[in-house]
C-alpha cells in the first residue's frame, strides 16, 4: 500500500498568503540593491578587487602589503574595490584612500565581524551576499586575493569558475603569497587535474605573484594587446551575467 504524506491545509489560508507577499516583496528589495549599486559603481573603470582575511590585524604583514599592493594599484590608475570590512579589506581600502584613484568598500551586513572601514571613497552597504558579488565581478577587470579564510576561497572559486565557463570576461586572478596558496595550486595541479576534474590549460587562468609590483605588471600584461574598456561580447556576456 502506497504511503503518503498528509497534505497540511491552513484553513484560512493566511500564512500562505503572508509567506507569499513577503517574498514578493523581497523580490522587490533584491532588485533595488542591484540598481542602486550599479548606478553607483558603473562609471568607476577601470578597477581591481582585492580580496583577504577580515581576521589580520593592522600590524601583520599580510595588512601591511595589502596596502602597499593597494597603493600601487591606485597610483598606477585602478580604483580599488574591496569588501568594505576590516582586515585585508580595510588594508586594500586604506592604499588606495591614500593613492590618485578611488576607494570604494562594498560592505555586507553581517551580525558578528563586519564593519565597514573609514577608507572609503565611494562606499556601498549590501544586505545578500549575492548581489555583492555579481558587483565585485561585474565591475572589476581583475581580482587580487590575499591570504583568507572561507569567505575568501569563496570568491576565489566564484570567478575562476565565471571565466572557465565564460560567463564572464578572462580577467586576471592573483594569488599573493606562494607560501599561502602554493600548496592549493599544488593540489589542482596533482589531484584535481589529475583526476580530470579540470583541464590543465585551466590553471593558467591563476597568477601566483609574492612582490606587490609584479601585481601591477601582471594586470598591466593581461591587457596590453586589447585594452581595458571590454568588447561589444564581453558587454553582453557581463550584462547577463
Known amino acids: 500500500m502506497d504511503k503518503k504524506i498528509p497534505l497540511m491545509i491552513d484553513p484560512g489560508g493566511s500564512h500562505e498568503v503572508q509567506s507569499s507577499a513577503r ?3 523581497r523580490m522587490f528589495e533584491i532588485m533595488a ?10 562609471c568607476i573603470r577601470p578597477a581591481v578587487t582585492v580580496f583577504g582575511s577580515a ?3 593592522p600590524d601583520s604583514p599580510n595588512y601591511l602589503l595589502t596596502e602597499v599592493i593597494a597603493r600601487k ?10 569588501g ?3 582586515g585585508v579589506m580595510e588594508a586594500a581600502n586604506k592604499g588606495a584612500y591614500f593613492g590618485k584613484s578611488p576607494s570604494v568598500g562594498l560592505n555586507i551586513q553581517l551580525p558578528h565581524e563586519q564593519h565597514s572601514n573609514p577608507f572609503q571613497d565611494v562606499s556601498q552597504t549590501f544586505t545578500h551576499f549575492f548581489a555583492r558579488k555579481v558587483m565585485f565581478v561585474k565591475f572589476s577587470s581583475a581580482y587580487v586575493i590575499m591570504p583568507g579564510g572561507f569567505g575568501t576561497l569563496d570568491e576565489l572559486m566564484e570567478v575562476l569558475t565565471l571565466v572557465q565557463t565564460e560567463k564572464i570576461r578572462r580577467i586576471p ?9 602554493g600548496k592549493l595550486v599544488d593540489w589542482f595541479r596533482n589531484t584535481v587535474v589529475e583526476q580530470g576534474m579540470i583541464d590543465a590549460a585551466d590553471l593558467e587562468l591563476i597568477r601566483v605573484i609574492d612582490r606587490p609590483e609584479e601585481v601591477v605588471e601582471a594586470i598591466f600584461q593581461h591587457y596590453e594587446t586589447r585594452g581595458f574598456v571590454p568588447s561589444g561580447r ?4 557581463l ?3
Not at 73 to 82: E, N, R, Y
Not at 234 to 237: A, G, S, T, V
Open 23 to 25: 517574498e514578493s516583496w
Open 33 to 42: 540593491e542591484f540598481v542602486q549599486a550599479t548606478e553607483r559603481l558603473a
Open 55 to 57: 581576521r589580520v590585524k
Open 73 to 82: 594599484l591606485s597610483d598606477a590608475g585602478f580604483a580599488v574595490i574591496s
Open 84 to 86: 568594505g570590512g576590516p
Open 173 to 181: 586572478v592573483i594569488l599573493v603569497q606562494s607560501a599561502y596558496w
Open 234 to 237: 564581453e558587454r553582453e556576456i
Open 239 to 241: 550584462f547577463n551575467l
